[in-house]
């Protein structure tokens, strides 16, 4: 079955440092990948996206590209901010017969000190 | 101007109860989920209709009944509550069709005591 495993964390950084979350996944064809960011006390919210290999998902600083060759999608920005600190999670979305449906890593906890 | 609304936010309750959570999403999407996450942040699917009918519907106890009165609507009816059954629940609604992506309410954080 599919499968996403992220780096364990809680991970804390100082504010403008540089930050990376991998992610690798197990699936079978094409998967879409996503990362998705909670805060604190609300629901998911998409961060960025990536529908087939060597396409690179960015929004707000974040960046992270779908390499199919090493089953990764790890996240990276180059200057954290306080605002960042949240629950990050990598999630993959597979084409079923019984319909589509995303598959996600436990979570990275993220908190940038000032 | 909510896309995707719960109710209730907080749902405090004893062992044995019955309740509900209703979904409502304003995008037009053909589908909607409910999800668990746990008191480790893990997130899992538990069920997924398209234009009301169900069409996934994980390893989830028949204590949980999701009902789909229209498109729009994805209620989550739990009878006989249990401890374990505390966690966040959340709704999310997407257009297949479209990119597939998927877009989650605020949840519903339920507390069985």
């Known amino acids: 079955g599919n499968s996403v495993t992220q780096m364990e964390g809680p991970v804390t950084l100082s504010e403008e440092a540089f930050l990376t979350i991998n992610c690798t996944y197990t699936?079978?064809?094409?998967?879409?990948l996503f990362w998705y960011v909670q805060y604190p006390g609300e629901g998911l919210q998409l961060l960025l996206k990536?529908?087939?290999?060597?396409d690179k998902g960015s929004n707000k600083g974040f960046e992270a590209t779908y390499r199919k060759e090493t089953t990764s999608f790890h996240l990276e920005k180059g200057s954290v901010q306080v605002s960042d600190s949240a629950v990050y999670f990598c999630?993959?979305?597979?084409?079923?017969?019984?319909?589509?449906?995303?598959?996600f890593g436990e979570g990275t906890q993220l908190t940038v000190n000032p | 101007d909510t896309a995707v609304s719960q109710t209730p936010k907080y749902l405090v309750t004893q062992m044995g109860n019955d309740k509900s959570i209703k979904c409502e999403q304003n995008?037009?999407?053909?589908?909607m989920y409910w999800y668990k996450q746990d008191s480790k942040k893990f997130l899992k699917i538990m069920f997924s209709?398209?234009?009301?009918?169900?069409?996934i519907n994980e390893t989830v106890p028949n204590r949980f009944s999701p009902k789909s009165p229209d498109k729009a609507h994805l209620n989550l009816h739990i009878n006989s509550l249990e401890l374990g059954d505390s966690a966040v629940y959340f709704c999310?609604?997407?257009?297949?069709?479209?990119?597939?992506?998927?877009?989650f309410g605020p949840g519903t954080r339920l507390t069985v005591t």
């Open positions: 999310a609604s997407s257009q297949v069709l479209a990119s597939y992506e998927q877009y």
């Open positions: 699936a079978t064809g094409y998967p879409s």
């Open positions: 990536a529908t087939k290999a060597d």
């Open positions: 999630a993959l979305l597979s084409q079923e017969t019984s319909g589509s449906r995303l598959t």
């Open positions: 995008l037009g999407h053909d589908t």
């Open positions: 209709y398209n234009n009301k009918e169900l069409i």
